[in-house]
């Protein structure tokens, strides 16, 4: 952005993407609205000189908006706290271990929040051994031209955008979500996606130079990554009664079907430990829209393994997971 006019126009028309979808509550649309006007809030306050002079037009009551919007939003961005302690996965050499082509022109308005040009665009996790880096409103940012999807014809695909979001946790940041058109899933579907400048990660590491082959659409989403951790070494919303806690990151976000509950999906996780196969006692993490699920344990035997059976989750395009397994790093 260069210019007022553009700064202004930029704000409009997150104002419009984020109120107006079809049964989106007022609450999700404000989100929308400080998420997306967050970057005109910075611009306009660092060129404050003449802004106000325009306010019988209603310029100035749209940067308090942004501002406002933006303040009583902030208090989420960073109530994640410290980064949980390394793993073994920090200690090796960063990989991309999943791309999943999760949606086909059919992101939701509500995705307006994350990237104006996401309602109707293509949307695909792409999933890192280790965190990445973002910058900007809530560290949630990436340059989308870092990256480049390669469909079947050997097209080269360049992202409308790219963000950390929603899985912005400290304990969370594996996952960027790529949207816009990323091909098409019946004449050109992506097969490849590649990391072709330079991509923050975690410790001082960078993506550059990384590639990993696309799940495609009609794959069903599967465990990519799975962390373990006693009680102190990780902010998480189990029972306090937990003595252990896996963390396991599926392909794309996923939710109970139709016909189960939170029940079922508990369920369907076996974690094997050093004193044989359990069951958590409960889960946490859940319902907020992202890949990453806690897995609370009642022993402190370390856990070395964990698979979940097949047919009860469903990915946001209503693929169901089949079933899956992993080692569990520490």
């Known amino acids: 952005m260069n210019t007022f006019a553009e700064a202004a126009t930029e ?6 993407s984020a109120i107006t979808s079809p049964g989106l509550d007022v609450r999700v649309g404000l989100t929308a609205v400080a998420t997306l006007a967050a970057p005109l809030a910075s611009f ?32 989420t961005s960073n109530e994640q706290g410290a980064p949980p302690p390394n793993t ?11 791309a999943f082509f999760g949606l086909d022109d059919a992101l939701p308005m509500r995705a307006a929040r994350i990237c ?16 990445v880096v973002g910058s900007g409103f809530r560290d949630a940012e990436v340059s989308a031209s870092a990256f480049t999807v390669i469909t079947r014809s050997g097209a080269h695909k360049t992202p409308a955008c790219a963000t950390l979001a929603p899985a912005i946790e400290s304990s969370e940041r594996h996952t960027v979500l790529l949207v816009g058109d990323l091909g098409d899933a019946t004449d050109d579907p992506p ?13 001082g590491a960078d ?20 962390m373990g951790f006693g009680v102190e070494g990780l902010q998480s919303d189990c029972p306090p009664s937990a003595k252990q806690t896996v963390v396991v990151v599926w392909a794309g976000g996923v939710q109970p079907a139709e016909a189960a509950s939170d029940h079922d999906h508990r369920g369907i996780y076996r974690v094997t430990t050093g004193e044989g196969d359990v069951v958590p006692f409960a889960l946490g993490d859940l319902d907020d829209q992202d890949n990453y699920v ?21 990915d946001p395009r209503g693929d169901l997971n089949p079933e899956t397994w992993l080692d569990v790093v520490r």
């Open 207 to 226: 993506g550059r130079g990384l590639a990993v082959e696309v799940t495609p659409l009609e794959g069903g989403p599967t465990l990519v990554l799975a």
């Open 88 to 98: 073994a996965l920090d200690d090796q050499p960063p990989r991309i271990v999943s």
């Open 191 to 203: 097969v490849r996606v590649e990391v072709i400048d330079s991509l923050p990660l975690a410790y």
């Open 44 to 75: 306009l306050i660092r060129r404050r000189v003449g802004v106000f002079a325009t306010s019988a037009n209603g310029t100035s009551v749209a940067v308090m908006v942004a501002v406002a919007l933006s303040s009583g939003c902030a208090t």
């Open 294 to 314: 806690h897995l609370c344990l009642d022993t402190d035997a370390p856990a070395t393994r964990v698979s979940a059976s097949g047919g009860v989750l469903v």
């Open 116 to 131: 104006l040009e996401a309602p109707g665009a293509d949307g695909m996790p792409v999933t890192f051994s280790r965190r």
């Open 11 to 16: 704000f409009w028309r997150a104002i419009v």
